[in-house]
């Protein structure tokens, strides 16, 4: 099946930043769905944003839009988020999932369910 494995946490300042990947093995990612979702303890996953690998088309959280940027690498397979002035509500286990009908749709935030393979998690921890 398809693997993933999330990269690029770690402690940072208020304002500071980071990137983070999500590299796929054993099957391409062309005809998926690509998601970041993140969860702080005591709260509900969070859908953050998400690409669709063919084409490209793109969501945002609101409280994201215009701090994040999502984007992707299809010759290396790879998903990045880069996430700039970070805030202390942005600490969380981030992960990204993988929708295979990403040929037939775009890429939400609410359905957690439409992604059916998940990676590990990368813990993001913003704090002064």
């Known amino acids: 099946q398809l693997q993933l494995v999330e990269s690029g946490g770690g402690l940072v300042q208020p304002g500071g930043s980071l990137r983070l990947s999500c590299a796929a093995s054993?099957?391409?990612?062309?005809?998926?769905?690509i998601g970041w979702f993140r969860q702080a303890p005591g709260k509900e996953r969070e859908g953050v944003s998400c690409?669709?690998?063919?084409?490209?088309?793109?969501n945002y959280a609101d409280s994201v839009r215009g701090r994040f940027t999502i984007s992707r690498d299809n010759a290396k397979n790879t998903v990045y988020l880069q996430m700039n002035s970070l805030k202390p509500e942005d600490t969380a286990v981030y992960y990204c999932?993988?929708?295979?009908?990403?040929?037939?749709?775009?890429?939400?935030?609410?359905?957690?369910?439409?992604?059916?393979?998940w990676g590990q998690g990368t813990q993001v921890t913003v704090s002064s």
């Open positions: 999932g993988a929708d295979p009908a990403g040929l037939f749709r775009r890429c939400g935030l609410t359905r957690s369910g439409d992604y059916n393979y």
């Open positions: 690409i669709n690998m063919r084409g490209g088309s793109t």
């Open positions: 054993r099957f391409t990612l062309d005809s998926y769905g």
